[in-house]
């Protein structure tokens, strides 16, 4: 399609579109939706770990003030299995027998009038329990443990040659706290019934997989599911799973006949929707005197619940990392008695990053070479498994560019070197790269005769600006004012679109909107192919621009029309076309995801045991950025988290399997005390492997910082931190 003249949209740090809604408090999230007559609901869970129910008396709630009804086990009505989805099995349905495999496992639920009444009801249901020893610990040797999960390890080369060739070898062991997503908004989810078809309001990532479990779960065609959520409070992965509240909130309503909405409370969001798993990984790195690497050997080991799947490979990326002849990973997973992890920001990436990038430090230091020119002698000029170049990668210039801005070569190389008064100053930093990838995705784009445009598709806006950029490029490639493109996504009766997760959403949805802008020009111009008295009859695509609502001829810009006058001549309402994007492998290329450079600055205080970050800089390489603005806000939002995870979070099961900090007052999270002066410059081209040469931007601003800040706290201190959170005892 040919490019618009005049002032460019995509990239300009354009304001959200969805901001004045937000502030006005008028944008519907799912706890916002009311419906006359509708009833509340209330969960009831599980105080043990493991075991069976072995009495449940539920009279004293059911004569309760306002109740409806009460579901247990021994009263709810038999549903299907939910299908197997990408990420994996959905969570075990809980009230389908008595038995118990986590604390806070739902085993009832209640409905009445009011939320008070739902609330006091709950806690009159009396349960007995038959309790058996429960399996907790990641290294107890009676867990057990899923080999090869997904079938996704790999071998390159042989790293036991290689390994024993090497000059200098690392081998060490890492380890980090299962951590909770905590979005700020509770998740929500609202269901009434119309007849047999089903409407749920719901904190979801991935309306379109929401309509087939529940499709799936109640035996009804996907088309008598409509799934909403136009607007969503956070989630961070955590709604990429259809949870089994939600189904419990839809099965409720059919059973009292009115809509029901439950909203899970902050405790419970600890054991309902999923948390990033607890690790320990195995990195060996042999390399030869240089620092060129030789051999790299990745184990990885993370939790999973006793009965469920989710899809979460440590190692998956270690293989493209960087130029070694000799590769190996490992994947395994141990089942254990507690709530089914699921995908938190950078889900796999985050942990596996933390490991090899401190590895990489380590053997920086073994060797003598400067932490950034080490990463560049292994840069991976070409894709290592296949040798095929990249669709992009400018990751050397993350290097630079982010030294140069950070002032890395102030630094002094020897540790405990540097101080500010009674504090050590420690300079880090870690390489970082997040895997691209593409899915199917339609769009439907209307321009009707007031010159607007109407874009709709079935896609999520988590908080990252999906509404924006969407309006952005589609201003952009139908030559109009951002002000006169609407863009309606978070319905799942819109065409169909993939998951607001893993840094891929823009790259489908955006190429199936230039997909549909290009049929659209090709529309208008078949529109006018008998017309005599348009200057536009018999022209082709590439002999036509758009701008400002007007399509004219390159040649002579002067000659032209509007949109607005085309459908008035021909009596037309509107036009409408539909884009898409059946993702192809870009030929004779490797796709490249996005990469990043994590520079810290670090304070620690040795006698208080204090770790400060002074501040972070971080170089991206995102392909084309269509918004800078959002741009840099996913990147420094993700750096936060990336604090959280190094320093702060850590969601701690006690002997028991319950959660013992499952609130915001004992569970840590970055507060504005603690971040501090974030920069992000972005570098890089269009990538090569999509027309509009995006890449996902989501992810990789959380990868490498963990990393990066263990490395300066190394730097600061000499001590060595292999474990995550960088807690006060490991530094006095």
């Known amino acids: 399609m040919t490019a618009v003249t005049g002032s460019q949209l995509v990239g300009d740090p354009v304001d959200r579109v969805d901001g004045p809604l937000k502030v006005r408090g008028a944008a519907p999230y799912p706890s916002d939706v009311r419906y006359p007559g509708m009833a509340y609901a209330a969960l009831v869970q599980s105080t043990i770990a493991a075991g069976t129910i072995s009495s449940i008396d539920t ?45 806070g496992q739902h085993v009832a639920l209640v409905v009445a009038g009011t939320s008070g009444q739902a609330a006091a009801a709950a806690r009159l249901i009396r349960i007995g329990y038959q309790e058996t020893p429960a399996i907790l610990d990641i290294a107890d040797p009676d867990a057990p443990v899923v080999t090869n999960p997904w079938g996704l390890e790999s071998e390159r080369g042989d790293v036991a040659a290689g390994l024993a060739s090497a000059d200098v070898v690392c081998d060490e062991t890492f380890t980090i706290a299962a951590e909770t997503n905590n979005p700020l908004g509770l ?137 070694c002849p000799n590769v190996a990973t490992h994947d395994r997973q141990v089942r254990l008695n507690i709530p089914n992890p699921g995908p938190m920001r950078a889900p796999g990436t985050a942990q596996g990053n933390f490991a090899i990038e401190s590895a990489l430090d380590e053997l920086s230091y073994a060797v003598g070479v400067d932490p950034i020119e080490l990463r560049l002698r292994n840069h991976a000029e070409v894709q290592p498994g296949s040798g095929l170049p990249w669709s992009s990668n400018a990751l050397r210039e993350c290097y630079l560019v982010g030294a140069d801005r950070f002032g890395w070569a102030e630094r002094s190389a020897e540790p405990r070197s540097m101080r500010d008064g009674t504090e050590l100053v420690g300079y880090g930093m870690a390489g970082a790269a997040y895997h691209w990838y593409q899915t199917p995705c339609r769009v439907r784009i209307s321009i009707g005769r007031d010159g607007t445009a109407h874009v709709r598709s079935a896609a999520t806006d988590l908080g990252t600006g999906t509404y924006t950029v969407t309006t952005q490029l589609a201003a952009e490639l139908l030559g109009l004012d951002v002000g006169r493109v609407r863009v309606e996504i978070g319905d799942s009766d819109l065409p169909p679109a993939p998951q607001s997760g893993g840094s891929g959403l823009m790259i489908s949805l955006g190429n199936a909107v230039h997909d549909a802008a290009a049929t659209m020009l090709q529309a208008f111009i078949d529109a006018v192919a008998g017309d005599e008295a348009s200057p536009l009859r018999g022209r082709r695509p590439n002999e036509v621009a758009v701008h400002e609502g007007r399509i004219h001829l390159v040649a002579d810009p002067s000659a032209g029309e509007t949109y607005a006058e085309i459908l008035a001549r021909h009596g037309l309402d509107e036009i409408t076309v539909d884009g898409e994007v059946q993702p192809q492998p870009p030929a004779g290329m490797a796709p490249a995801g996005a990469f990043a450079a994590h520079f810290v600055e670090v304070r620690v205080d040795e006698d208080l045991g204090l770790l400060r970050i002074a501040r972070v800089v971080s170089a991206v390489d995102g392909g084309r950025i269509l918004n800078e603005k959002t741009a840099r806000s996913q990147i420094t939002g993700a750096t936060v988290m990336g604090i959280g995870m190094a320093m702060l979070e850590e969601t701690v099961f006690d002997p028991s399997g319950r959660i013992a900090n499952a609130t915001f007052g004992d569970y840590l999270i970055p507060v504005n005390a603690d971040v501090p002066t974030l920069d992000a410059v972005f570098v890089g081209e269009p990538d090569k492997s999509t027309p509009i040469g995006i890449k996902g931007l989501g992810e990789v601003g959380i990868v490498g910082v963990p990393a990066a800040i263990a490395n300066a706290v190394h730097h600061a201190t000499g001590r060595r931190i292999r474990s995550l959170p960088i807690t006060m005892d490991r530094l006095l």
């Open 59 to 103: 009279a004293e709630a059911e004569a309760a003030p306002g109740v409806l009804a009460v579901l247990t086990h021994e009263n709810i009505p038999d549903l299907a299995e939910a299908p197997l989805t990408a990420l994996g099995s959905p969570p075990r349905f809980p009230l389908q027998d008595d038995r118990i495999v986590h604390h």
């Open 187 to 323: 998740f929500a989810t609202v269901a009434r019934w119309d007849g047999d078809r089903l409407v749920v309001h719901d904190s979801t990532q991935w309306p379109m997989m929401e309509r087939r479990t529940l499709a799936d779960v109640f035996g009804i065609p996907e088309d008598d599911v409509r799934v909403l959520v136009p607007y969503l409070g956070g989630a961070f992965g955590a709604g990429l799973r259809t949870w089994p509240h939600t189904i419990l909130t839809a099965l409720a309503a059919r059973i009292v006949n009115r809509p029901v909405k439950l909203v899970l409370t902050r405790p419970q969001m600890f054991t309902s929707v999923g948390h990033r798993p607890e690790t320990v990984q195995r990195v060996r790195l042999g390399a030869t005197r240089e620092g060129r690497l030789v051999a790299l050997d990745h184990e990885g080991t993370s939790t999973i619940g006793t009965e469920e799947a989710n899809l979460e490979p440590i190692t998956m990326g270690t293989p493209s990392l960087y130029a």
